[in-house]
C-alpha cells in the first residue's frame, strides 16, 4: 500500500513492470537486474513483524528469558545474520556490503511482540530486502526460543514500514492500528 501522498502504480508503466523478468513472450525467463550503471547512494530500509502469543505468555518469556535463553539478544542476532545473508537466501537478491543493521523489540499490547529491522548501506539498489529477511529471520528465532512454551505463537504482518534512497527516494506504508493486525 502506498502513503497518501504517493499514487499507486499504472500496472501499465514500465516501472510497474517485473524488474526479475527478461525476455518476451514465451520466452519470459527469470534473470537478476543489472545494477552495474546504477549510481550508488545511500540506502536504508526498515521492516517489522508482530508476533501474538497466548494469553499471558509474553511476559512471562520475556521476563524468564525463555526455555533456550535471552529471547531478544539471540533473535536480534540471528537476525543480524538473516540480513547479511539475503542474497544466499533470495536468489535475484544482490549481495549487499551492509553498513548497519539494527533489531528493536517491543511489546506492543499485553500478548503482542512487535520486531523491527533496519538496515542501510551505500549501494546502487536498495536493502527492503535485507531488512525484510532480518525481521523475519528474528521472528522466527523468536518462536523458536518460545515453542517449548507453546506452539500457538503466531508470526503475523511481515512488512516493509519505510525506505529511503535511490531514484524514488522516500517511501513510507501508511501505519495501521495495532488492533487491526491478526484480528
Avoid at 99 to 122: I, S, W
Wanted: hydrophobic share 45%; aromatic share 2%; net charge negative.
Amino acid at each position: 500500500m502506498n502513503a497518501p501522498n504517493q499514487p499507486d502504480p499504472d500496472p501499465d508503466a514500465p516501472a510497474a513492470r517485473l524488474s526479475h523478468l527478461a525476455g518476451a513472450g514465451s520466452g519470459r525467463h527469470a534473470a537478476m537486474v543489472d545494477v552495474g550503471s546504477k549510481e550508488e547512494s545511500a540506502r536504508s530500509a526498515v521492516a517489522r513483524a508482530r508476533i501474538r502469543f497466548p494469553a499471558g505468555l509474553l511476559e512471562q518469556a520475556l521476563a524468564e528469558a525463555g526455555p533456550k535463553g535471552p529471547i531478544e539478544e539471540v533473535a536480534r542476532i540471528a537476525g543480524i545474520l538473516g540480513a547479511k545473508r539475503t542474497s544466499d537466501l533470495i536468489p535475484m537478491c544482490h549481495g549487499l556490503a551492509l553498513d548497519h543493521v539494527e533489531l528493536e523489540f517491543e511489546a506492543v499490547g499485553p500478548d503482542l511482540l512487535e520486531v523491527r529491522c533496519r538496515a542501510t548501506c551505500r549501494a546502487a539498489t536498495g536493502v527492503e530486502m535485507e531488512a525484510m529477511c532480518g525481521v523475519s529471520i528474528a521472528a522466527l528465532t523468536v518462536y523458536d526460543m518460545v515453542k517449548g512454551l507453546s506452539h500457538a505463537v503466531r508470526i503475523e504482518g511481515v512488512e516493509l514500514v519505510e525506505k529511503r534512497g535511490g531514484k524514488s527516494g522516500v517511501w513510507r506504508a501508511q501505519e495501521r492500528n495495532v488492533a487491526e493486525v491478526g484480528d
